[in-house]
């Protein structure tokens, strides 16, 4: 699997939005992305880890396990020029399809959480798409 088609893939994206900034764990993760089931969750952290976006920063053990935390590798989720130089047209709109219904997602899960609450935290979100 090519790295653009690692980064954008919908229930990815929104995995290493939820690692911006902050290493999790998978129920960690689950806790944000709510509408996922886990088994799907597990196979996309998984996804990420082999493809070299994410990288065990600490495990923890619980009951009998060790629970790993996740954390985004510096400079992984950037695509340079030579990653794309070869992806076709319809392949360009096909990811920025993925990109912008993300977007929509991230968005409507925003508004769900911060029903109510004081208006100008809804410009918060602006600044993630000024990044």
């Known amino acids: 699997m090519s790295k653009i088609d690692l980064l954008l893939h919908p229930i990815r994206i ?28 597990y ?5 990420l ?16 396990t060790v629970e790993k935390v996740f954390a985004l590798v510096e400079g992984s989720t950037r695509l340079r020029p030579d990653e794309i130089e070869s992806v076709s047209d319809e392949d360009h709109l096909r990811y920025f399809i993925v990109f912008l219904s993300s977007l929509l997602q991230d968005f409507t899960s925003y508004l769900e959480r911060h029903q109510g ?4 935290m809804k410009d918060m979100v602006y600044n993630k798409v000024a990044l």
């Not at 689950?30 to 089931?37: G, H, K, M, S, Y």
């Not at 609450?117 to 100008?120: G, H, I, Q, S």
């Open 14 to 41: 929104r995995i290493i939005m939820a690692l911006t900034g902050k290493p999790l764990t998978p129920g960690q993760i689950a806790l944000e992305i709510t509408d996922v089931p886990q088994t799907s969750l």
């Open 43 to 47: 196979r996309h952290i998984n996804a």
């Open 49 to 64: 880890l082999e493809g070299g976006i994410l990288n065990v920063v600490d495990e923890h053990p619980v009951r009998g």
């Open 117 to 120: 609450t004081d208006e100008r």
